[in-house]
Nanobody, 122 residues
């Protein structure tokens, strides 16, 4: 089992920045990749990006490419989502996830955090 806890959400104005953190615990050895999804009210959950725990390679959705950056600190078992140039359409609950697979282009998530709210005001 893997436990994931997100933090860092909040309210920010359009054009601003936020950094989300996701701390993993439990069966850390089983984690090959970690990533982020988001879900806006009335919409389906959407992939944001993922990172290989070993290589640090990243993969992003087109909607966030160039604005969001995922990084990891393996010593702290933590993954970060740096969000810049935020837009009102980025408003959503952001979820951290981890997976056994190292293929980040098809990241789907096996274990999930509880989510953290990000609200971008216009």
């Amino acid at each position: 089992q893997v436990q994931l806890v997100e933090s860092g959400g909040g309210l920010v104005q359009a054009g601003g920045s936020l950094r989300l953190s996701c701390a993993a615990s439990g069966s850390i050895f089983s984690i090959s990749s970690m990533g982020w999804f988001r879900q806006a009210p009335g919409k389906e959950r959407e992939f944001v990006g993922a990172i290989s725990r070993r290589s640090g390679s990243t993969y992003y959705a087109e909607s966030v490419k160039g604005r969001f950056t995922i990084s990891r600190d393996n010593a702290k078992n933590t993954v970060y989502l740096q969000m810049n140039s935020l837009k009102p359409e980025d408003t959503a609950v952001y979820y951290c996830a981890s997976d056994y697979s190292s293929t980040i282009t098809t990241f789907s998530g096996r274990y999930w955090g509880q989510g953290t709210q990000v609200t971008v005001s216009s």
